[in-house]
T-cell receptor, first 112, second 118 residues
């Protein structure tokens, strides 16, 4: 089955700097790659996603890139703010009625 | 937008009792729902795939007789933790996808249930 690796496990950045989180996946059939932000005690919130027919997607300060050949995808957050502090999870899925497989998460701390 | 309602949000029970968690898709139908478990400071781990009108599919290491799943309608799946023990204390969260949207529909999460077994 699918296996998703995520790095780093923790990341601290100064406010205003950029943060990059990287994930790799194992199943070449996966074609949907969402990123979730989870605050303490709350459910994961989808922040951005990308499908395999797209190499890059951007939404304001957040961008995701996908390299299908290398089977890795990354989350980029620019101009980080303290409210970006949370745990971020990447995930991968083959479309259809298959479940999302999550990475282990990255705890991002933005230091003011 | 699509909403998944999960109840209860918190439950505290004594060891040996059973707890039922409900997951409802409020404005869409879901033939398949997924149940995840999240221990503190860990990732979401898939427990089982709930299929409307048929048996659930459990992940390796998840006891089907302990975690009973019923998906009796296109909008409701329930997870019952039977004979709960303190090690079952965790954050349980369900998710569902709009069946009409097919494989390109996003996965919607419930708010989760924090179970504490004393």
């Amino acid at each position: 089955g699918e296996n998703v690796e995520q790095h780093p496990s923790t990341l601290s950045v100064q406010e205003g700097d950029s943060a990059v989180i990287k994930c790799t996946y194992s199943d070449s059939a996966s074609n949907y790659f969402p990123w979730y932000k989870q605050e303490l005690g709350k459910r994961p919130q989808l922040i951005i996603d990308i499908r395999s027919n797209v190499g890059e997607k951007k939404d304001q300060r957040i961008a995701v890139t996908l390299n299908k050949t290398a089977k890795h995808f990354s989350l980029h957050i620019t101009e980080t703010q303290p409210e970006d502090s949370a745990v971020y999870f990447c995930a991968a899925m083959v479309s259809g009625n298959t479940p999302l497989v999550f990475g282990k998460g990255t705890r991002l701390s933005v230091i003011a | 937008g699509a909403v998944v309602s999960q109840h209860p949000s918190r439950v505290i029970c004594k060891s040996g009792t059973s707890v039922k968690i409900e997951c409802r898709s409020l404005d869409f139908q879901a033939t398949t729902m997924f149940w995840y478990r999240q221990f503190p400071k860990q990732s979401l781990m898939l427990m089982a795939t709930s299929n409307e009108g048929s048996k659930a599919t459990y992940e390796q290491g998840v006891e089907k007789d302990k975690f009973l799943i019923n998906h009796a309608s296109l909008t409701l799946s329930t997870l019952t933790v039977t004979s709960a023990h303190p090690e079952d204390s965790s954050f349980y969260i369900c998710s569902a996808r709009d069946t009409k949207g097919g494989g390109n529909s996003p996965l919607h999460f419930g708010n989760g249930t924090r179970l504490t077994v004393t």
